[in-house]
């Protein structure tokens, strides 16, 4: 493993985005994937009912960045979704983000314009000018009785931490809605791609210059790579320093446990993911991956979500002392010569889809400016 100019450690959307570019100006790429499969946790298949299905959870494309919608419309043809979620709270399935019907529906209120919703959440919330945790942020958006029905157990099911015990930043990416718009995105590019994303990452792969090794723990192997010009590692960056105790400790991750279950019934659900934001389930939400693209077989199939401490992870738990954790191992990472840390888990940030692709793009793009202008100023010496 030595005849390769750009290593890159996962094949999730940083790292295939990285890969795809640099082998678009000639460079050799070594993707090394510890899991069997590319595409990261957007990984999908078609189940024993011919359904398509997430292996790690639901995943909607959404964007308002027209330089990221052009990109990934290389690799795919889309279908238009417009992505909608409902809640049962109180025995009624409501509209999230909150809105005119989930206000009327739970509060018997005859809400009918956006005027009448404004002053509603005006009379309800909490004002908070600058909310200092999530619990803040919430009672500042909507009030004590929204967010004990709605948020405040969800939340603790999701991060095993209250709102009160998050960075604001958290609950304030939850949209409110002050009219009947139910699509759980507002942005201008909503959409999902044909045959699903596994078939997009293969083409955003398929390159003579890129090389995917899978089942392959990078940190198992590192030894035997040498000779590459920039390593991009896309892993959980704590891990990366193999959690050293005299650097600092531990990065907290939130996992998931999905557990998939097959229904002898053409639906389950009448939409596509059902939230429970209450404490009579231990799950968070149940997903019918059918709706989506309006597949069609007899049977249906659900995966209810567990989140969960252990596991393979997918969320960081943004607060203060995670933040100062971070900070040590960012301090780190930033005397390292040629190596980049992007995405998710290496960043110790929550990104949408879009984001991960932007991310990418932008990093790509600022190192080789770079590199033509450091090769110009040396033309010039």
């Known amino acids: ?19 795809e570019r640099y082998a678009s100006i000639g460079k050799q790429v070594l993707i090394i994937e510890k899991r069997d499969h590319i595409a990261g946790n957007c990984f999908d298949y078609f189940d024993e009912n011919g359904i398509l299905t997430s292996k790690y959870g639901a995943h909607l494309f959404h964007t308002n960045d027209k330089g990221v919608w052009d990109y990934v419309n290389q690799f795919s043809d889309w279908y238009t979704w417009e992505h909608k979620v409902i809640a049962k709270v109180d025995d009624h399935l409501v509209p999230i983000p909150v809105n005119i019907t989930t206000v009327n529906t739970l509060f ?67 949209p409110v809605r002050d009219n009947y718009d139910d699509r759980y995105f507002s942005d201008i590019y909503q959409a999902l791609p044909k045959g699903g994303y596994t078939k997009m990452f293969q083409k955003i792969l398929d390159h003579p210059n890129i090389t995917v090794l899978l089942n392959t723990d990078y940190f198992e192997v590192k030894d035997q790579i040498s000779g590459y010009e920039k390593l991009f590692y896309t892993g959980p960056i704590d891990r990366f320093f193999a959690f050293n105790k005299n650097l600092t400790e531990k ?67 943004p607060n203060e002392k995670n933040q100062a954790i971070y900070a040590q191992y960012k301090k ?11 995405g ?3 960043n110790y940030k929550y990104f949408n889809m879009d984001q991960a692709f932007r991310n990418a793009l932008d990093l790509f793009e600022s190192l080789e400016l770079k590199i033509l202008k450091d090769n110009h100023c040396a033309k010039s010496i």
């Open 344 to 346: 998710r888990l290496a």
């Open 251 to 317: 990065l907290e991750y939130r996992s998931i446990n999905f557990v998939r279950e097959d229904i002898d019934k053409e639906y389950f659900q009448e939409n596509s993911v059902v939230n429970y934001p209450g404490e009579e389930v231990d799950y968070t939400r149940i997903v019918e991956y059918k709706h989506f693209g309006n597949q069609k077989s007899p049977t249906t199939s659900i995966v209810k979500e567990f989140t969960v401490d252990h596991g393979e992870p997918y969320y960081p738990v």
């Open 108 to 174: 018997n209120e005859e809400i009918s314009s956006e005027e009448e919703m404004q002053k509603w959440l005006s009379e309800n919330r909490v004002k908070y000018d600058s909310p200092k945790n999530g619990e803040e942020a919430v009672l500042n958006r909507v009030g004590k009785v929204l967010y004990e029905k709605m948020f405040k157990h969800y939340t603790k099911k999701q991060w095993d931490k209250y709102p009160s015990e998050l960075h604001a930043s958290v609950l304030e990416r939850i």
């Open 1 to 19: 493993m030595t005849n390769f100019d750009i290593l890159v450690i996962g094949a999730g959307i940083s790292g295939a985005v990285l890969a």
């Open 332 to 342: 780190e990472a930033d005397k390292l010569v040629d190596v980049h840390f992007v």
